[in-house]
């Protein structure tokens, strides 16, 4: 007989409570759109959920050190698949900022099979995996636009109802 035994991930500790946060995971990098989700993310006023970033990549360093003091966002370097996918499945929105004409981001597709909504740039083929009209996309290198996306989270029940939407 042939026996399987999960290596299971029952608790990755951030110091945070499931579903005070968003994700971005993947490089860190220019082309990503990091260092622009980061300070768009900053220009939040009175936004309870933190921000993490997990992954590592040429630009983690210099993003950590000028963020050393900001106890909203959390760098977790580079994690194991199974700590990504555990940090999604709690978390309470994935985030991409992608400067890249992408497919089919993996972190989105993860998220969507999870019930976790994304908030994602409309270029590429990235689109074509949500339902449309999501309210959660918006225009690439678009800072007006993505900052109207992150301030959408403040209504929990489209964030609910878009994730099934997605997971559908």
Do not use: M, W
Not at 101 to 113: H, I, M, N, R, V
Not at 114 to 131: K, Q, V
């Amino acid at each position: 007989p042939i026996s399987i035994y999960e290596n299971k991930i029952d608790y990755f500790d951030l110091g945070i409570k499931k579903d005070n946060y968003l994700i971005y995971a993947g490089l860190v990098s220019e082309e990503k759109g990091v260092g622009l989700l980061i300070s768009t993310y900053n220009l939040l006023v009175n936004f309870e959920k933190n921000l993490v970033i997990a992954g590592d990549g040429p630009l983690l360093n210099e993003l950590k050190n000028k963020y050393k003091d900001n106890e909203k966002i959390i760098f977790t370097g580079k994690l194991t698949n199974k700590e990504v996918l555990y940090l999604i499945k709690n978390s309470y929105t994935t985030i991409t900022n992608t400067c890249l004409y992408e497919g089919q981001p993996t972190l989105l597709s993860e998220a969507s099979k999870l019930a976790i909504n994304s908030i994602y740039p409309s270029s590429g083929g990235i689109h074509e995996f949500f339902p449309q009209d999501n309210p959660f996309a918006f225009k690439t290198n678009n800072e007006i636009d993505l900052l109207k996306k992150l301030k959408l989270l403040r209504h929990e029940d489209i964030v609910k109802d878009q994730a099934q939407k997605n997971k559908k």
